[in-house]
């Protein structure tokens, strides 16, 4: 079935351990994503990336990184864990186009940092 | 820069009676506009777009809205709920950024639906 697969589902973290949240598409879109999200404010952009081979900084994106080394994949690192980034994370992807393509989101990883 | 309000975080309903969701946007120029449903535990699916074309979109499960540019609105409605309705409701606004569109999120609708 094609769409957006995320791992893992959930993780509960210690602080300061280095984290990285997994995503795969397989429906060949160009631009990836990734959202937080919290309660009451919604979901905010962390990273994205156009095509790949290229990234750039989203609303939020200090104390994460992110790779484009293919189509397909678009991990999502935390390189020392805090626990102000306990949340749900959501990857998504788009397909070419301008700024009418909606997004189609996986079904989101839920990280607790202790 | 674009922006997105959702007037309301919580709406709660009878099964069978009218819904409606409000939102109003900002934007620079002629926005692309989503809504967006997601039910517990789950990701965001796609309920409907506008993107300059017939200012009333049909959306998936009976949902509809309305693009009205001289209030900067985009409403979502749907003429008698369901139990099945019961989730989280994002209006979205698309802002162009490099070659692609970037979303930005409302802060959410929590929409109930009493028996």
């Known amino acids: 079935i094609a769409g957006i697969t995320q791992a893992p589902t959930s993780q509960i973290l210690a602080a300061g351990r280095r984290m990285t949240l997994r995503c795969t598409q397989d429906?060949?879109?160009?631009?990836m994503y990734w959202y937080r999200q919290d309660l009451g404010l919604g979901l905010r952009l962390i990273h994205y990336?156009?095509?790949?081979?290229?990234?750039g900084k989203g609303e939020v994106p200090d104390g994460y990184s992110v790779s484009r080394a293919n189509t397909d994949d678009f991990p999502l690192t935390l390189a020392s864990a805090v626990p102000s980034q306990t949340s749900v994370y959501f990857c998504a992807s788009s397909p070419p186009g301008l700024s009418n393509q909606p997004q189609h989101f996986g079904d989101g990883t839920r990280l607790s940092i202790l | 820069a674009q922006s997105v309000t959702q007037l309301d975080s919580h709406v709660s309903v009878s099964e069978g009676t009218p819904v409606l969701l409000r939102c109003n946007y900002s934007s620079s120029y002629s926005p692309s506009l989503f809504w967006y449903v997601q039910h517990p535990n789950k990701g965001l699916q796609l309920l409907l777009k506008y993107t300059s074309a017939a200012t009333l979109v049909k959306g998936i499960n009976g949902f509809e809205a309305e693009f009205k540019k001289s209030e900067t609105s985009f409403h979502l409605t749907k003429p008698s709920a369901h139990m099945s309705d019961a989730a989280e409701y994002f209006c979205v606004v698309s802002e162009k950024k490099g070659s692609q569109g970037n979303l930005i999120f409302g802060k959410g609708t929590k929409l109930s639906v009493k028996p």
């Open positions: 429906m060949r879109h160009n631009a």
């Open positions: 990336s156009n095509t790949a081979g290229t990234t």
